[in-house]
């Protein structure tokens, strides 16, 4: 529909307002192949789940948020080449149809924007203002990183892999590139992934081929993925250095921290949501059913409690079948509400090393990891 100069207009008039205000409320609006979703930026797409996208324990496509950087790239998946060079004997150049006759294995894992909540921190953070819904969890298909980087073979002294997708830097904006380290790579379930949710990965989460990364925050998910480079040392570009960073000690609210007190984020917090019944909900009288869901980074997650009397008692909830690292765990509670008035249902879950949430999460100056313990207020009616 616009041509590229119209929209690579747009993108620059983005550019210049940044860093973003808060949005006052996040519009609905369709994209295609999308159910109206919550719009931070139309170009490039910047959209955030509907919060009922986590009734399911895997997200569905058409409700699975987007995050862009810069314009999406043409995409040709019949010439697509996955390249890898830097610190290897053997450099490759491997089609779709070489990487589709390798082992494919299928890895379920949230995926996880950093800045997930930022909207909630006080004093509020510049940049998106994500609420709950920059996150989803899919069935990731695909071909194990390690198996390509056995086929390159890597040298001795590498540290990490680079990738890069084929989206271009515009204007101030550079590439997008992040390294992961050669131990996160090497794990069975770092993937190159040719499908999500048992479909070919859409074009708008990355298609043909995007990298997974479980447990790690969503930034090291290169999509578009047509080049990867061992190296040595980590990749000091932008994405890597100062973005996607946090304060190596808590700081006070709304300071600033300099470059030499920030570190490189990798794993994701442990972190909980009431699904059902939303924020706000009036509900007629008797027992009501409240589900949410959970999750930990590279983690499982062991319990979920709930309190209904803000934070002074809690519950075990009831937690799904379905239990695997970095991936939702669905829970359930049955909550008997003790009169007609306000209540206020509150979520605290506990992964595999013990880490639960905070009743407030850190405040640190780019608004990553948001994970305080959840709440949502109920009216009881009868
Ligand atoms: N090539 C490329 N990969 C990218 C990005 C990008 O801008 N370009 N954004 C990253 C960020 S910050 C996030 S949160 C996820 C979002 O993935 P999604 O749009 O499929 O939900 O992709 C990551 N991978
Ligand atoms: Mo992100």
Redesign the pocket.
């Known amino acids: 529909m616009n041509s590229w100069a119209a929209t690579r207009k747009d993108f620059l008039r983005l550019l210049a307002a940044m860093p973003m205000a808060p949005l006052a409320g996040a519009q609905s609006l369709t994209v295609p192949g999308k159910r109206p979703m919550l719009v931070h930026n139309d170009f ?2 910047v ?1 955030e789940s509907p919060l009922e996208a986590f009734e399911t324990w895997l997200t569905p496509l058409d409700a ?7 314009p999406r ?1 043409k995409v040709d998946p019949g010439s697509w080449k996955l390249t890898v060079d830097g610190l290897v004997d053997m450099p490759l150049s491997l089609s779709l149809a070489q990487l589709k006759a390798m082992p494919m294995y299928t890895v379920p894992a949230v ?6 909540g930022r909207g909630y921190f006080k004093p509020a953070v510049p940049g998106l203002q994500w609420k709950k819904g ?3 969890n899919a069935e990731w298909r695909g071909v194990k990183l390690a198996d390509i980087l056995a086929q390159a073979k890597v040298k001795p002294g590498a540290g990490f892999v680079d990738a ?4 271009k830097g515009v204007a101030k904006t550079p590439d ?1 590139i ?1 390294s992961i380290s050669l131990k996160k790579a090497l794990l069975p379930d770092t993937i190159v992934a040719l499908e ?1 949710n048992g479909q070919p990965v ?1 074009e ?3 298609g043909p081929l ?2 997974v990364v479980p447990g790690w ?9 047509n080049k990867l480079t061992v190296a040595a040392q980590m990749n000091n570009g932008f ?1 890597m250095n100062p973005a ?1 960073r946090y304060p190596k000690r808590p700081v006070p609210p709304g300071t600033a921290v300099k470059p030499e007190d920030l570190a490189v984020l990798e794993t994701m917090p442990v972190k909980s949501f009431i699904v059902s019944p939303a924020d706000g909900y009036k509900h007629p009288s008797g027992a009501l059913e409240v589900r949410g869901i959970a999750w930990a980074g590279e983690r499982k997650i062991m319990k979920v409690e709930v309190s209904t009397d803000r934070g002074i008692t809690w519950s075990t909830a009831q937690l799904g079948k379905e239990n695997f690292d970095s991936s939702f765990r669905m829970f359930r509670y049955s909550w008997k509400p003790s009169g007609p008035g306000y209540h206020l249902l509150m979520s605290r879950a506990t992964d595999s090393k013990g880490a639960t949430q905070p009743i407030d999460a850190a405040w640190n100056p780019s608004g990553y990891l948001w994970n305080s313990i959840d709440r949502v207020g109920v009216v009881v009616e009868g």
Request: glycine content about 14%; overall charge neutral.
């Open positions: 490039p797409e959209l699975f948020f987007v995050r862009q950087h810069l790239p995926l996880e924007c950093t800045g997930n920059g996150m989803g890069d997708g084929a989206d997008y992040r999500m859409p708008i989460h990355g995007r990298l925050n969503g930034a090291n998910w290169i999509k578009w993925l994405y996607y």
